[in-house]
């Protein structure tokens, strides 16, 4: 009787250790896991899309692209603008890879190379079609008194139909819109930058870059 007594003190014994060694007095849980250290999450910056460069000719912006000029059922966005040197690397790389001709066969020493990407829109209720030649005989760019850019086409493109890579024809339905690119050579000085559209009685026309 007596060992049994033995027993069950030491064992009463044994757990109150245990409950002091791993909850101290309160016998509370003890927390082994390393301190917390506060991590402060750094945003990153938020880039502005590129949208032109027309600063680097000297060129004060009016309004922000992308720009849009609408009429007689055909809607036309400006979504980026780039100007390039005629003989830069860029322009090289284009050429390559849709096919626009080389210099002289449409303008006579261009200065520029500019690379546009637009969005055309069919506002009317019939179905539109024609091709890049349409799109620049309709909406116009002037960058000089009396100057206006020339097109240069795509000639690896020539086969395909609303092309988004860079556009050669298109043919929209009612309420259908195309991405794609169109290309200039221009060959004057660039002193404003002005869109017109010309698909009505009267152009509509909208300046980026005021006189």
Do not use: C
Request: charged fraction near 20%.
């Amino acid at each position: 009787m007596m060992k049994k007594t033995i027993l069950k003190v030491s064992m009463a014994a044994v757990l109150l250790s245990q409950m002091v060694l791993v909850g101290g007095v309160e016998g509370k849980a003890m927390d082994t896991a390393a301190p917390r250290v506060a991590t402060t999450v750094t945003a990153k910056p938020v880039v502005p899309v590129m949208t032109d460069n027309l600063f680097k000719y000297g060129l004060k912006k009016d309004v922000e692209l992308p720009v849009t000029v609408t009429a007689g059922g055909f809607s036309y966005t400006l979504e980026k603008i780039m100007i390039y040197d005629v003989n830069s690397t860029e322009v090289v790389k284009l050429k390559k890879t849709y096919g626009f001709q080389d210099v002289g066969g449409v303008i006579q020493d261009p200065k520029y190379f500019i690379w546009t990407k637009v969005t055309i829109q069919n506002t009317s209720k019939k179905t539109i079609h024609g091709g890049g030649n349409d799109v620049v005989r309709m909406v116009r760019f002037t960058f000089h008194d009396g100057a206006s850019p020339d097109p240069v086409w795509p000639k690896k493109l020539a086969s395909k139909t609303n092309s988004t890579d860079a556009l050669w024809t298109y043919n929209l339905k009612p309420g259908q819109k195309i991405t794609s690119y169109l290309a200039y050579y221009f060959k004057d000085s660039l002193d404003y930058f002005v869109i017109r559209l010309f698909n009505g009685s009267a152009p509509v026309e909208k300046y980026v870059v005021p006189e």
